[in-house]
């Protein structure tokens, strides 16, 4: 995965994994890879004074807010119509 692009992606505007797919012309069905990259690319951004931070998944139906970065469904209302998380870089 390309972890520099990636951090320099997110450090212009916050974007969801699928964005950043979208933006680095990579299928979408490698969406997972992306997640991972960015668990790399948060320690690289502290290393440089930086930090990776994350608007969480919403609910688009009940306003229920998750804690992990890609959930299924929704574990108050059971609908799957969740608004992905979004990252960007702070610094420190």
Known sequence: MQLERIIALIEE???TAREICHALEIDISREKEVYEALKKASKVLKRKGKMLLMSPPVCKKCG???EKMNPGR??????????PARFFVEVL
């Open 74 to 83: 929704c574990p108050k209302c059971r609908s799957e119509w969740i608004e």
């Open 64 to 66: 229920f807010e998750f």
């Open 13 to 15: 505007r916050p974007l």
